[in-house]
């Protein structure tokens, strides 16, 4: 979605043409705040929220039917979607304050959202459930540990690192999700709701 918001905001002058994901010409967020991608994008996040929920639901119930309820896992994943909806809450708002709440929102929906990842990949690696895309999801979830630790010791080490700092949230942001769409593969012989309920 970002990258629609992306290519609207740029044909309206708001945001410059370039290639974000090694470019670092624009931030995420600055997709969204102005013109027609403005309501692009606030729209949308509402059944993108729904659509993270309803995956973190599917997700654990899965899970619950093999190894050991999700109930954490689900909470972790709907923690994260909730700030995103904040975050999206509060994009082109001026003021310190909603810049804020901005940061905050997108960095908990970040991190919400890699350890419901990273639990539902630590788990499945335990349920003896057959998931040929669980090495790919291993891989994931490895690389974005990794570009966490890299991303915080450039920021403390290296002054010239906020010109590229944008280019490395979009590629986080790819990464993130790509492991929905991997994930999503070995889902299609799996009911949604094959499981309600929820203990760890």
Not at 25 to 50: D, H, Q
Not at 93 to 102: I, L, P, T
Not at 132 to 140: A, E, S, V
Not at 166 to 185: E, G, K, T
């Amino acid at each position: 979605m970002v990258n629609s918001t992306y290519l609207i905001a740029a044909a309206e002058g708001h945001v410059p043409w370039c290639i974000p994901y090694w470019d670092s010409c624009t931030s995420i967020s600055a997709t969204g705040r102005l013109g027609t991608a403005f309501w692009v994008f606030k729209l949308a996040m509402i059944p993108v929220v729904y659509l993270y929920i309803r995956y973190w639901f599917i997700a654990s119930s899965r899970i619950a039917g093999h190894y050991a309820s999700g109930q954490t896992m689900f909470y972790t994943g709907m923690f994260g979607a909730l700030f995103l909806a904040l975050h999206s809450l509060a994009l082109g708002a001026e003021g310190d304050g909603f810049q804020s709440v901005r940061r905050v929102g997108i960095s908990l929906y970040f991190a919400g959202t890699y350890f419901a990842q990273l639990q539902n990949t630590l788990r499945l690696s335990r349920s003896g459930i057959h998931d040929p895309t669980l090495p790919l999801q291993i891989i994931i979830c490895t690389l974005v540990f990794v570009m966490i630790l890299a991303n915080l010791y450039l920021n403390a080490s290296w002054p010239g690192y906020g010109d590229y700092e944008d280019a490395f949230a979009w590629i986080s942001l790819l990464v993130v999700h790509a492991y929905f769409i991997i994930s999503y593969w070995s889902w299609s012989s799996v009911s949604p709701d094959s499981a309600h309920s929820f203990k760890d």
